[in-house]
Nanobody, 127 residues
Framework: QVQLVESGGGLVQAGGSLRLSCAAS????????MGWFRQAPGKEREFVAA????????HYADSVKGRFTISRVNAKNTVYLEMVNLKPEDTAVYYC????????????????????WGQGTLVTVSS
């Protein structure tokens, strides 16, 4: 089983910045596609960003384009989500996910291809 542990969430003011981290167990991290999703109370889980195993393919939700940046450091088994110009509507629990069977046909903008999920980290943006 792959274990994913998110960190870096917290309370920030609108316009502020945070960097989320997701540390993965295992020795095959470099082969996983990785994604970030978020879920606010009473809402469905929403795609945020994804990155392929070596970073060739990157995807962002329209709501975060230009503000969030996903990256990975495979030598550290870690994927990051850098968030700037945060808005109150960004408030949610943010989840890291891994697709251990990533291929060119994977649709990383939906939860379906991901087979491992972290427990989430809470981001609260005050107005």
């Amino acid at each position: 089983q792959v274990q994913l542990v998110e960190s870096g969430g917290g309370l920030v003011q609108a316009g502020g910045s945070l960097r989320l981290s997701c540390a993965a167990s295992g020795r095959t991290f470099s082969s996983y596609a990785m994604g970030w999703f978020r879920q606010a109370p009473g809402k469905e889980r929403e795609f945020v960003a994804a990155i392929s195993s070596i970073g060739v393919s990157i995807h962002y939700a329209d709501s975060v384009k230009g503000r969030f940046t996903i990256s990975r450091v495979n030598a550290k088994n870690t994927v990051y989500l850098e968030m700037v110009n945060l808005k109150p509507e960004d408030t949610a629990v943010y989840y890291c996910a891994a697709d251990s069977n990533y291929g060119l046909g994977s649709k990383l903008t939906t939860p379906d291809p991901y087979d491992y999920w972290g427990q989430g980290t809470l981001v609260t943006v005050s107005s």
